[in-house]
């Protein structure tokens, strides 16, 4: 999709920041090259799909003995195994991993796995965008993200008018955080209920895509439908693990933690008619092979893929005109 360039009384982009860039994950000698041909993914998520019904068909088992003899034998399947194998973790490391998620899951209001069926969902889904940016750079403090120069700053565009997207920040102090209460109880469904964002920053591709769309959605949505909203972009790995200790299924390693991965607001677009619209628009953006989808409930988790880094990249330097 071609985006228009901006106006000649409109900005150049917010200057980059000297801070150094988020470092490299360190060799690892269990780390995998991918193969040559890529794993199918289609055939992976179709998978998925028909391992979860498994699952949820042992939900209610009282032995894990069940379950774990499930995920052994049906991760092996070839479809399945081919985009494991090609992760850094493997296909045994993946395994280890999913049957220690399930052992410690605990259900709670805030995490986005409703039940063990949609812990392994996300769980399973997510090693799609791990394989994609497995030799990414991770973002590991919180101070590598507010200082990184390959992020830029949401509010500085939003400002400017070059956002066609709405987000909010995380309260910083006590009043604050009053404040949005009384609003949320004054008129409780005036916005999505989210704890907004850590960090109001993002890579410059994954603007891009966003502005793509929140265009795209107001031109199918119907009539008074807000603008998409945006309710996770960046986190530190820091910040991670800081989410699973209050109980969110926030897994490592995490598209998040790499930049090129957002959360957007599904299920308060009920409301306005405009839920399954903007469902529609991303999985078609996945199935054209531009992101990963997963389906988390309240919000859908979006992953950049790198064949589409590039020409974003191209989009938001001629919509910022740099």
């Known amino acids: 999709m071609r985006v228009p360039s901006r106006s000649p009384g409109q900005q150049p982009g917010p200057p980059a920041s000297p801070t150094a860039p988020a470092r490299r994950r360190p060799p690892s000698s269990a780390a995998r090259r991918p193969p040559t041909a890529a794993p199918d993914l289609a055939a992976y998520r179709a998978a998925v799909a028909d391992l979860l019904v498994e699952v949820g068909a042992l939900a209610d088992a009282t032995s894990t003995r069940a379950r774990q003899v499930l995920i052994d034998e049906r991760l092996r399947e070839p479809a399945l195994a081919a985009v494991l194998d090609a992760t850094p973790q493997g296909l045994l490391g993946a395994r280890e991993t999913l049957l220690l998620e399930m052992a410690r899951y605990q259900p709670n209001e805030r995490t986005s796995a409703r039940d063990l069926t949609a812990l392994v969902r996300i769980y399973l889904l997510s090693r799609i965008d791990v394989l994609w940016w497995q030799d990414a750079p991770i973002f590991v403090t919180d101070d590598q993200v507010n200082g990184s120069a390959d992020l830029v700053d949401l509010e500085w565009l939003r400002r400017r008018d070059l956002l066609r997207f709405r987000y909010q920040e995380q309260p910083a102090t006590v009043l604050g955080r009053a404040a949005r209460g009384l609003r949320r109880r004054l008129r409780p469904d005036a916005s999505p209920h989210t704890a907004g964002l850590l960090f109001r920053r993002a890579r410059r591709e994954v603007v891009a895509l966003l ?46 933690c790499l930049g090129y991965s957002a959360d957007v607001e599904l299920a308060w677009f009920e409301r306005f008619g405009a839920r399954d619209t903007l469902a529609e628009l991303l999985l078609a953006r996945q199935d054209a092979g531009e992101l990963n989808v997963i389906d988390e409930g309240q919000a859908w988790h979006l992953c950049l893929a790198p064949t589409a880094r590039r020409r974003l990249r191209r989009a938001y330097e001629a919509e910022m005109g740099v």
């Open 211 to 256: 502005n793509e769309l929140g265009r795209e959605f107001a031109a199918a949505a119907p009539p008074a439908t807000p603008p998409l909203w945006v309710t996770s972009l960046v986190r530190s790995t820091e910040h991670q693990y800081r989410l699973r200790r209050l109980g969110y299924a926030a897994m490592l390693p995490s598209g998040h």
